[in-house]
């Protein structure tokens, strides 16, 4: 049974820091891409961060670079996502999620086979 768990979610001032984790279980941890998605009330989710598996290449979205960091423990099976200078924008239910294949061809919602239940961060100005 697949599982993906993510904890660390919680909330923050604008300029400080979270760190996500995830949990997975089910699965080679090597098999998939993984990455870090969210979603804002009202918005589509979108990719936010992505690690390929086979070669460890990173990818972010534009409006979080310099600020997440996105890495992997393949012994513990976990992902995280560091948050740095978190912003009010930041805002939304953040989900954990592995791709289709070993790398992501787009970091959307379209590449991922496997979903977690999400995590909420909430950044206040």
């Known amino acids: 049974q697949v599982q993906l768990v993510e904890s660390g979610g919680g909330s923050v001032q604008s300029g400080g820091s979270l760190r996500l984790s995830c949990a997975v279980s089910?699965?080679?941890?090597?098999?998939?891409?993984m990455g870090w998605f969210r979603q804002a009330s009202g918005k589509e989710r979108e990719g936010v961060a992505g690690?390929?598996?086979?070669?460890?290449?990173?990818r972010y979205v534009d409006s979080v670079k310099g600020r997440f960091t996105i890495s992997q423990d393949n012994a513990k099976n976990t992902l995280y996502l560091q948050m740095n200078s978190l912003k009010p924008e930041d805002t939304a239910i953040y989900y954990c999620?592995?791709?289709?294949?070993?790398?992501?061809?787009?970091?959307?919602?379209?590449?991922?086979?496997?979903w977690g239940q999400g995590t909420q961060v909430t950044v206040s100005s």
């Open positions: 999620a592995a791709g289709t294949t070993t790398w992501w061809r787009r970091l959307q919602p379209a590449q991922v086979k496997y």
């Open positions: 089910g699965f080679t941890f090597r098999r998939y891409a």
């Open positions: 690690i390929d598996s086979d070669d460890g290449i990173t």
